[in-house]
């Protein structure tokens, strides 16, 4: 019996050394396991890993199109508008037109009360009657003058006569020129008298013409032919004329054909010129451009702030009568088109490459670049040495026109291929160093 109990504890030791054993094993199993699956993946990862990202932004001198334009905004106006104001004082009676009324030349647009200014003319009238009268009875007056004016005379010759022969005595002469002077002094005064006369009836005579004018001043015309685009009376409104003539009505002559007032950047004026071609858009139209083309460039400046321009008419077609006055637009001026040529980002003219650091983390500072003549830019070509590490060279190129976006090349030395920079990947990391 004790024998059979040894052997039992003798084979549940055997049993506990195997399971332990097999779970050495089993551990050991998973340890491998894991760690050949890691090692798997770490060479999958190395297989798969993107390439590092290159120090250069870079971009090809291609071939294509580059259109250089100016633009600026400016008001919609009418080609020809006319202010209609009033010559009269007056109260308006009636008024014939309103807003977007079609008027022609010699229409009457409104009419202010004609009563005051109708008993002027027929006073002047009745002025100018009795001065035609006084005047006749002057033009009497200065004919009996004359005819005693002759007796006179006849008198005075036929009494010098007679004392000659000693038949009249020298009082009698003496009377008879008195006589005679008397009657010159009375016809003379006759005729002045015409004549004053002849001069109040010329005045009566302007003053009537005046009245009549006045009088017809009472009825507004139109001066020429159009559209009534503002109306500033109502009848029974009181007119008050004086040296500033208030504006009743503005008159567009025609609005097929409207012009543009742009105010253009001094930077660009120097671009432009008459008779280039624009496209004209509006708010109200989106999607649909007008034609038009600069017909002056005004040497006038506008400052404003101290933000200088200069106005630019265009002449825009608008058969359809879509453009209206005051309208805010944008015009695009073409000033030059270069197509099929080498051209370059304008990121590559502007990139300059970040400086080096110094041993105390901060930027080396670099001299200024100086400056170069018109037409002349800088721009860092991407290169490679013999070990195939790239590098940024600079090159002074001549440029040519440029729309904004890209730049014409016009040195052959800058082939079409070649890589410019236009930014570096790792500046803003560099960036982050100075600030640390």
Not at 104 to 122: F, N, R
Not at 177 to 201: F, H, P, V, W
Not at 207 to 224: E, F
Not at 251 to 264: E, F, G, N, S, T
């Amino acid at each position: 019996m004790t024998d059979t109990i040894a052997a039992t504890e003798e084979l549940k030791k055997a049993l506990a050394a195997e399971e332990g054993a097999r779970r050495w094993v089993r551990r050991l199993a998973v340890g491998v396991g894991a760690v050949v699956v890691v090692g798997a993946g770490l060479a999958w990862a190395s297989l798969h890993r993107p390439p590092p990202p290159a120090r250069f932004t870079t971009a090809q001198v291609a071939v294509g199109d580059v259109l250089e334009n100016v633009q600026a905004t400016g008001t919609v106006q009418p080609l020809l508008e006319v202010n209609v104001g009033a010559q009269v004082n007056g109260r308006v009676t009636h008024v014939y037109v309103d807003y977007n009324s079609v008027v022609k030349k010699g229409d009457v647009l409104a009419e202010i009360d004609p009563l005051i200014y109708g008993t002027q003319v027929s006073a002047q009238q009745a002025n100018l009657l009795a001065s035609r009268a006084q005047l006749e009875q002057a033009k009497a007056t200065a004919a009996s003058s004359k005819a005693q004016r002759e007796i006179a005379r006849m008198t005075a010759d036929r009494t010098a006569k007679l004392f000659a022969q000693n038949l009249a005595s020298a009082a009698d002469l003496d009377t008879a020129k008195g006589n005679l002077e008397a009657s010159s002094a009375t016809y003379d005064a006759a005729m002045a008298t015409i004549a004053s006369q002849q001069a109040a009836l010329g005045a009566q005579n302007a003053q009537l013409r005046q009245s009549n004018a006045n009088l017809g001043y009472t009825k507004i015309y139109s001066p020429v032919d159009g559209v009534v685009v503002t109306r500033g009376i109502d009848p029974g409104a009181t007119v008050q004329s004086s040296f500033q003539v208030a504006v009743l009505f503005v008159i567009a002559q025609d609005l097929r054909k409207m012009r543009i007032l742009a105010d253009v950047d001094e930077a660009d004026v120097g671009k432009i010129a008459d008779g280039m071609g624009t496209d004209c858009v509006v708010d109200a139209f989106p999607g649909e451009i007008f034609r038009g083309t600069i017909s002056q460039v005004r040497y006038s400046p506008n400052n404003v702030s101290g933000v200088v321009t200069y106005s630019a008419v265009v002449d825009v077609d608008n058969p359809d009568e879509k453009l209206r006055p005051g309208m805010t637009t944008t015009i695009t001026v073409h000033t030059h088109e270069a197509h099929g040529v080498p051209r370059v980002p304008n990121a590559a003219l502007r990139y300059r490459p970040t400086p080096p650091m110094g041993p105390d983390g901060k930027p080396i500072l670099q001299a200024p670049e100086p400056a170069l003549p018109k037409g002349q830019s800088r721009v860092w070509v991407l290169t490679s040495d013999k070990l195939g590490d790239e590098k940024d060279e600079m090159r002074i190129v001549s440029v040519g026109i440029t729309d904004g976006i890209f730049t014409e090349v016009t040195d052959p030395s800058l082939a079409v291929g070649s890589r410019v920079v236009t930014d570096e990947t790792d500046a803003d990391d560099k960036k982050k160093k100075r600030m640390f």
